[in-house]
């Protein structure tokens, strides 16, 4: 079974692009803007760590790579512990966009390079099926040297793709870089030229698999024959190197097969290889670039890469997997509350100044203190963690398939794919209990040290508000109390996927239930009452309840070391596994409810549904009163009039639908506001009969005076 300590809350097509958005200032305030101060009280329901900037006297290691010192210390001053505003302000940000069905944001529009080895087709014998439409590894029939001729890029072709073993050499070239073997070797002509005899027979691996597109040459200081010797770096079971043999052929490349190469290498930082051919290379100036490509069948370069099995860039960003609404450039509700920027002036230089008004920068309406400890929170021993995590190209949990079938997927999507879209929003479900013990890897570089604050850690701050509407404050409260859903969890800081972070906000507000409902009849307005039924919010507040689950754990790579070890990342896609939603996973471990707490699902259920159909009907009544207040002419009246009476039944049904449901709920502030409609039906029904008690005397008197003119 498939395994991961997170999941998605699936993107929405639809995004809510309020209505009001051009209005929003810091100058002009809303006639009905509010502004004010929330009371937040922040209790750590279990261990939590949120790193501090090294300080002289902390406890820290040394990141490996750079040496810099690691504090493990939690965020402090001068020993006092405390949570940043920023590390709550982004776990709200993200609840808010998506229980307002806002646009996903902060994604870079960088398309990620892929080399899957996992076999093209896959399955029992004889019914071996394809596991994705398009090759995710490139597979060079060709190779040639990169050059630069002017403005253009060409490549210098070669002969078929030799190989010539490791035993040729005197050295030792097994576990190098490709850097290092020509650091041994040399970079010149006279130490790469070498004389060599072809030979008809294909090169087998270490472990004696042959190969299908590597003819082998061996050296032969007789023959007139001579090739230039090529290094890649090491792999599993490499016992070679190349030997590429120019036929003074020259063909160029399309811009757009080189921009994809140099966005592979070139512009990779974690790309060794392609860091040491992009400063050999120097844009043309240097050294040509060994390369292996494939062509199409009309002969035209169609990728290329450094190695023999390339990478290749996928077609699609994760950007260009977003749905269109989430790619506009109107505001959503997270960008008018909390703001945003574009900063990138060539970015905005492709706009039109009606498009530039749109994505210009705005600046936030909510701020976020610091969250001080008060109640001095205990620290726990250091514990050491690998946190990884799978790239956002491992298209089995990154990427929405489409064609499944039970429990597996016929072919998957990938970026590759035109129809791939990404699975959502990324957070971690909340675990009943955090793990505590120290992982042992074999690289001790990959660990990451920390000391947590223990459970029961309590932290008080405020979240300050400045011209709000009330549906607006009606998000923001809904966002830190999951929409007043009992049971629901926030994670923040470090080393969530083991349990850690886990938290339970409490808020001081006068009157919250009335801005929240005023929230969510904005969305319902928007999603046809469909709101909190969505799937949107259904798997963001399951993720937010503790649960029992097992498997919630980042799988292994295995080790290539050993024989038997086994890489489940691999096995996975063999399998044909996805990863599901999470309210399907927590379905195969969720206790069965007992018939009394069905029944009471039941029962709030049936009473939402009632409440929905109340409130559109509230609407329709609310709307009638209103024509009522502002009527002035008596003609317009009796014409109300006459509508009222029309509508009288269904008012009538109204108001008994409503007094039935006074005896169901509870909530004052929902009693009061029902009552008062009643009150306020109830009076306009005295003022409807009253009046139409005038207008029949009014006619009467009419009616007498034709009478006496006629008599006379």
Request: glycine residues 4%.
């Amino acid at each position: 079974m498939i395994k991961a300590p997170f999941n998605f809350v699936p993107l929405s097509e639809k995004v809510f692009f309020p209505p009001w958005a051009n209005q929003v200032s810091h100058d002009i305030p809303f006639s009905d803007g509010e502004s004010g101060v929330i009371d937040v009280t922040i209790t750590a329901k279990s261990p939590i760590f949120v790193r501090n900037h090294f300080q002289e006297g902390d406890s820290f290691y040394h990141e490996p790579t750079t040496g810099k010192k690691i504090s493990t210390k939690f965020c402090n001053h001068n020993g006092e512990f405390y949570i940043p505003g920023s590390t709550l302000k982004g776990e709200i940000r993200n609840v808010f966009e998506i229980m307002s069905f806002s646009k996903m944001s902060f994604i870079e529009n960088q398309k990620y390079s892929v080399r899957d080895m996992t076999p093209e087709k896959y399955g029992p014998r004889g019914d071996k099926k394809k596991l994705f439409d398009d090759l995710l590894v490139g597979k060079a029939t060709h190779c040639g040297f990169l050059v630069k001729s002017g403005n253009n890029y060409q490549i210098e072709e070669c002969e078929a793709i030799r190989a010539i073993k490791h035993e040729t050499f005197e050295v030792d070239l097994s576990d190098k870089t490709a850097q290092e073997k020509y650091d041994i070797f040399g970079t010149s002509d006279n130490a790469l030229n070498i004389k060599i005899k072809k030979l008809n027979s294909n090169i087998t691996d270490c472990m004696g698999k042959a190969s299908r597109r590597k003819r082998l040459a061996e050296y032969d200081d007789a023959s007139n024959t001579v090739g230039t010797l090529v290094f890649t770096g090491d792999i599993n079971n490499k016992c070679h190197e190349f030997v590429f043999i120019k036929n003074n052929r020259r063909v160029n490349i399309s811009k757009e097969v080189f921009e994809s190469f140099e966005n592979v290498y070139f512009k990779d930082e974690n790309s060794d290889s392609g860091q040491y051919w992009k400063d050999e290379f120097n844009d043309g100036l240097g050294r040509a670039v060994p390369v292996f490509y494939r062509k199409s069948n009309n002969g035209n370069i169609i990728s290329m890469g450094l190695t023999q099995l390339y990478k290749l860039e996928y077609k699609k960003s994760l950007y260009d997997g977003l749905y269109n609404d989430h790619k506009s450039k109107k505001s959503d509700l997270a960008q008018l509350i909390f703001g945003y920027s574009s900063s990138d002036n060539e970015k905005l230089s492709k706009y039109t100044d009606e498009e530039k008004k749109l994505v210009s920068a705005l600046k936030g309406r909510v701020q976020f203190s610091h969250f001080k400890n008060i109640n001095e929170a205990q620290e726990l021993h250091e514990i050491s963690k690998v946190l990884n995590s799978p790239k956002a190209t491992y298209y089995p949990f990154y990427i929405k398939q489409n064609d499944i079938d039970g429990d597996n997927v016929n072919k998957y999507t990938t970026l590759m794919d035109n129809q791939a879209y990404i699975n959502g929003w990324k957070r971690y479900p909340v675990h009943i209990e955090a793990d505590l013990s120290n992982d042992n890897p074999n690289n001790e570089d990959i660990l990451t040290i920390f000391k947590p604050l223990d459970t029961g850690a309590v932290f008080k701050g405020k979240i300050r508000f400045h011209n709000l509407r009330k549906s607006e404050i009606g998000a923001l409260l809904s966002a830190l109390t999951f929409h007043n859903t009992r049971n629901c969890f926030h994670n923040i800081g470090m080393a969530k996927p083991f349990g850690f972070g886990k938290i339970k906000i409490d808020i001081n507000f006068e009157n919250k239930d009335e801005y929240i409902n005023e929230f969510e009849r904005i969305m319902n307005s928007e999603l046809n009452n469909e709101w909190k039924r969505s799937e949107q919010i259904q798997e963001l507040f399951k993720m937010a309840q503790e649960n029992g689950i097992e498997n919630l754990t980042y799988m292994e790579l295995g080790n290539p070391d050993e024989r038997h070890s086994v890489n489940e990342f691999t096995e996975v896609k063999k399998r044909r596994e996805y990863l599901k939603p999470y309210s399907q996973i927590f379905q195969q471990y969720e206790r069965p409810l007992t018939p009394e707490e069905q029944a009471e699902v039941n029962r709030l259920e049936d009473l939402e549904r009632e409440r929905l159909e109340i409130e559109l009907e509230n609407r329709k009544i609310t709307n009638f009163l209103e024509k009522v207040r502002n009527v002035t002419q008596t003609k317009e009246k009796i014409d109300l009039f006459n509508y009222w009476n029309t509508a009288e039944d269904s008012i009538k049904r109204n108001k008994n639908i409503i007094t039935e449901l006074l005896n169901k709920v509870t909530k004052s502030n929902r009693i009061n506001k029902l009552k008062a409609i009643l009150s306020e039906i109830d009076e306009q029904n005295q003022q409807t009969n009253k009046n139409e008690v005038k207008v029949v005397n009014i006619k009467k008197k009419k009616k007498g005076k034709k009478k006496k003119k006629s008599k006379k």
